[in-house]
């Protein structure tokens, strides 16, 4: 075996040892499970083992082949060097997992209570936003969405209990009147520091629930008090995979 294959070879078994030795960490178990077990364990909570876990299956099967029938100076197997690489970047994948503060929208468009409903639809028609928070004095306190926008007016454009409005007298109304057609399960908030797979596990999250995240919202510290300093969309989630997977 020459030094370039021995030390492709030596490169694989110090990346896949790290990678089971990070599976440990994070299933956050006692003593020593089987690779397999873990890989199991934490496809269910990492986004980022779940699309590497085929991957990740037949390298552990690679790496029992060379372990076990390794002659002197030679491997009866031996890693291609695409695949050392690979499994080189995902150590660095999940020992150093993106943060949401690399790839969050910052400073996002945002409404107060106080302001007209018509700030809102401006700002809808003319950059074609989907979604926006509202703020008080304090902080957070709801999400405005279409489908909000759409249950109030069913609401105030009716004429039961006086409260028909005319289209222009609806604009004039502030924001606050959104707040209790606002579902608070549609969006969730994170601080910066929040990882990526965690960040791609809560839209997933969501989505088996049958809840359906509108965004998550970015805080310094992941309060809804704390300042609002980003926005991630669902339109962000081809992004999210290709960062997620170090493209």
Request: hydrophobic share 40%.
């Amino acid at each position: 075996m020459d030094d370039n294959t021995h030390s492709r070879a030596e490169r694989f078994l110090s990346a896949f040892n790290q990678v089971e030795e990070l599976l440990q960490r994070l299933a956050g178990g006692s003593g020593h499970a089987p690779f397999i077990t873990l890989l199991d364990i934490m496809a269910r909570r990492n986004p980022t083992v779940r699309t590497y876990y085929a991957d990740l299956t037949q390298y552990a099967r690679l790496r029992n082949i060379m372990v076990h029938t390794m002659r002197e100076g030679y491997y009866m197997a031996e890693p291609h060097e695409q695949a050392v690489v690979l499994l080189e970047s995902i150590v660095k994948q999940l020992s150093h997992p993106p943060i949401v503060a690399d790839f969050m929208t910052q400073r996002p468009f945002s409404v107060r209570t106080t302001d007209p409903l018509s700030v809102v639809v401006e700002a809808f028609r003319q950059y074609g936003f989907m979604r926006c928070p509202v703020l008080d004095e304090k902080g957070i306190v709801g999400l405005i969405t279409a489908k909000s926008f759409t249950r109030w007016l069913a609401v105030a454009g009716s004429e039961e209990e006086g409260k028909y409005l005319s289209l222009q007298g609806a604009l004039t109304q502030p924001v606050s009147v959104l707040l209790e057609f606002c579902a608070p399960d549609e969006y969730a908030i994170v601080p910066r520091g929040y990882t990526l797979p965690d960040v791609m596990q809560m839209f997933q999250d969501g989505v088996e629930r049958g809840k359906y995240l509108q965004c998550i919202l970015v805080t310094a510290s992941g309060g809804a008090q704390s300042p609002l300093v980003g926005i991630i969309a669902p339109s962000d989630l081809p992004k999210l995979v290709l960062t997620s997977e170090g493209r």
